[in-house]
C-alpha cells in the first residue's frame, strides 16, 4: 500500500469571511492510497480551529504505517481532518476494487439530490443585503453571523431575500446575553435554525434556556463521543466528515444521533467537490445539507459534483466512490 499527500489550492470567487476571519482560497490535502494497480482518493480541510496545519495533518498520514485496513484507522489516528482524508481514500479503493459504488458496499439506499444551504459570509449590513438579493433565488440560505451587532445584518438579509428560508451560524461568537437577546428575532425573521451560538467551552448556558428556533451543535459535536455532552442543549447534530474523521464515523454518528432524537445537519469545511462527494451520501434525508464548498470556489476538480435546482447530486464514479 502506497499512501500520497499532495496540497492543493483552489481559488475562491470571492473573499470568504466567518468570526473567525477572512480567506480568498482553500488550500485541501489529497491523498491518494494505491494498492495492487488500484488508487483511492480523499481530501480533507486541516482546520486551525483544531489545531490542524497543512504540515501537521500531512505528518499524521505519513506515519501511517505500510498496511491497514479502515478498521484499524480508529486505532492509528484521531478524528479530525487526517482520518477523514485516509478513510475516504479506503472507501474509494474498496469500491474501485469491488466494481461497485460506495453506497452499495455500505449497504446504504442509492442516493439522490439533496437540497444544500449557500453561504453569506459576514459582512456589513448592506452588502451582506446585496448578497443575499443577488442570491435571493436560492431556497436555502446560510448567513454567517456571530458578531455583538448582528441584528441590522439578519434584517438586512432578510429585506434582500424576503422569500428564502434561513439559517444563521454564528460560529462560537455569541454570549448567552446576545443570544437570549436575538432569539425572539430570529422567529420573527423566520430563522428555521441557529449554528452554535455560544462557544463550544461555555455551552453550559444553554440548558434550561428557551429555544424557540432549533440549535445546532456543530464546534460541541465532533463524533459519537461528544453525544453524552450535548444532551439538553440542542436539538440538532452537524455532522462534518472533517470532524468525524471520515465516511465510517460519520454514518456511526448519524444513526446514534438519529436514535437519541437529534435532528441532522450535514456540513463541510471550504473544499473542493472530492471533499463534498462522501458527505452527499451522510446527507440523505438530512434536516439540512450545507455542502455548498464547491459553489463557493472559482475552480474546482476536473469532475465536479452537479449542483442544480434539484440540489446537490451525489458524485459520478469518475470523482470518488
Known amino acids: 500500500m502506497q499512501i500520497e499527500v499532495t496540497r492543493d489550492v483552489f481559488r475562491l470567487a470571492q473573499v470568504f469571511t466567518i468570526s473567525r476571519g477572512s480567506r480568498t482560497e482553500a488550500k485541501v490535502l489529497t491523498v491518494r492510497i494505491r494498492d495492487g494497480g488500484v488508487t483511492g482518493v480523499g481530501e480533507c480541510v486541516p482546520y486551525a480551529r483544531y489545531d490542524e496545519t497543512l504540515e501537521s495533518v500531512t505528518a499524521e498520514i505519513e506515519g501511517l504505517p505500510g498496511s491497514f485496513t479502515r478498521a484499524d484507522l480508529y486505532d492509528l489516528l484521531p478524528a479530525g481532518a487526517a482520518r477523514n482524508a485516509v478513510d475516504c481514500a479506503l472507501w474509494d479503493l474498496e469500491a474501485k476494487r469491488a466494481g461497485k459504488r460506495v453506497w452499495e458496499l455500505a449497504g446504504l439506499p442509492v442516493p439522490g439530490p439533496e437540497i444544500t444551504a449557500y453561504t453569506l459570509s459576514l459582512d456589513t449590513p448592506e452588502k451582506m443585503r446585496a448578497q443575499a438579493a443577488e442570491n435571493a433565488f436560492r431556497p436555502l440560505l446560510k448567513i454567517k453571523l456571530g458578531t455583538?451587532?448582528?441584528?441590522?445584518?439578519?434584517?438586512?438579509?432578510?429585506?434582500?431575500?424576503?422569500?428564502?428560508?434561513?439559517?444563521?451560524?454564528?460560529?462560537?461568537?455569541?454570549?448567552?446575553?446576545?443570544?437570549?437577546?436575538?432569539?425572539?428575532?430570529?422567529?420573527?425573521?423566520?430563522?428555521?435554525?441557529?449554528?452554535?451560538?455560544?462557544?463550544?467551552?461555555?455551552?453550559?448556558?444553554?440548558?434550561?434556556?428557551?429555544?424557540?428556533?432549533?440549535?445546532?451543535?456543530?464546534?460541541?459535536?465532533?463524533?459519537?463521543?461528544?453525544?453524552?455532552?450535548?444532551?439538553?442543549?440542542?436539538?440538532?447534530?452537524?455532522?462534518?466528515?472533517?470532524?468525524?474523521?471520515?465516511?465510517?464515523?460519520?454514518?456511526?454518528?448519524?444513526?446514534?444521533?438519529?436514535?437519541?432524537?437529534?435532528?441532522?445537519?450535514?456540513?463541510?469545511?471550504?473544499?473542493?467537490?472530492?471533499?463534498?462527494?462522501?458527505?452527499?451520501?451522510?446527507?440523505?434525508?438530512?434536516?439540512?445539507?450545507?455542502?455548498?464548498?464547491?459553489?463557493?470556489l472559482a475552480e474546482d476538480r476536473e469532475t465536479p459534483l452537479v449542483f442544480d435546482d434539484a440540489g446537490v447530486h451525489p458524485p459520478g464514479a469518475a470523482l470518488w466512490g
Open 148 to 296: 455583538p451587532d448582528d441584528m441590522p445584518r439578519l434584517e438586512a438579509v432578510r429585506a434582500g431575500a424576503p422569500d428564502a428560508r434561513i439559517i444563521i451560524d454564528a460560529n462560537e461568537g455569541w454570549s448567552a446575553a446576545v443570544y437570549a437577546e436575538l432569539a425572539p428575532h430570529l422567529v420573527r425573521l423566520g430563522v428555521s435554525l441557529v449554528e452554535q451560538p455560544l462557544p463550544a467551552g461555555e455551552d453550559e448556558a444553554l440548558i434550561g434556556m428557551e429555544r424557540p428556533v432549533p440549535v445546532c451543535a456543530d464546534e460541541s459535536c465532533h463524533d459519537r463521543a461528544s453525544l453524552p455532552g450535548l444532551k439538553g442543549k440542542y436539538d440538532v447534530i452537524n455532522i462534518k466528515l472533517d470532524k468525524t474523521g471520515g465516511l465510517t464515523e460519520a454514518l456511526a454518528l448519524r444513526e446514534e444521533g438519529l436514535a437519541l432524537g437529534y435532528d441532522v445537519m450535514v456540513g463541510c469545511m471550504v473544499g473542493s467537490s472530492l471533499a463534498m462527494a462522501p458527505a452527499t451520501l451522510v446527507a440523505q434525508g438530512a434536516l439540512v445539507t450545507d455542502l455548498d464548498g464547491p459553489l463557493l
